[in-house]
């Protein structure tokens, strides 16, 4: 089983950058693919970005694509979603999860208890 941990939300203006972390529990976590989705009330998780077992593969939604970027460190069982030029749009609770490296929420088996992430224009 796997536990997670997200840090890093905040309120950011328009522009501007915020790096959020996930720590994960357990000695297994290089055997996860990992993912980041992010959730507005009242509508459905959306994804963001996946990354494989071993960080060589990364995928992206289009609404982030060139802004964000998924990173992980599996020596300190951490995945990093680094984000840049940050949108109101992109305002939301985000939350990363662990499972088959895919862009379906269904395919993650656990998952953390989000951070809010809000970008003021």
């Known amino acids: 089983q796997v536990q997670l941990v997200e840090s890093g939300g905040g309120l950011v203006q328009a522009g501007g950058s915020l790096r959020l972390s996930c720590a994960a529990s357990?000695?297994?976590?290089?055997?996860?693919?990992m993912g980041w989705f992010r959730q507005i009330p009242g509508k459905e998780r959306d994804f963001v970005a996946a990354?494989?077992?071993?960080?060589?593969?990364?995928y992206y939604a289009d609404s982030v694509k060139g802004r964000f970027t998924i990173s992980r460190d599996n020596t300190k069982n951490t995945v990093y979603l680094q984000m840049n030029s940050l949108k109101p749009e992109d305002t939301a609770a985000y939350y990363c999860?662990?499972?088959?490296?895919?862009?379906?929420?269904?395919?993650?088996?656990?998952w953390g208890q989000g951070t809010q992430v809000t970008v003021s224009s």
């Open positions: 990354i494989n077992r071993s960080g060589g593969s990364t």
């Open positions: 357990g000695r297994t976590f290089s055997s996860y693919g």
């Open positions: 999860a662990a499972g088959i490296t895919s862009t379906r929420s269904s395919d993650y088996s656990y």
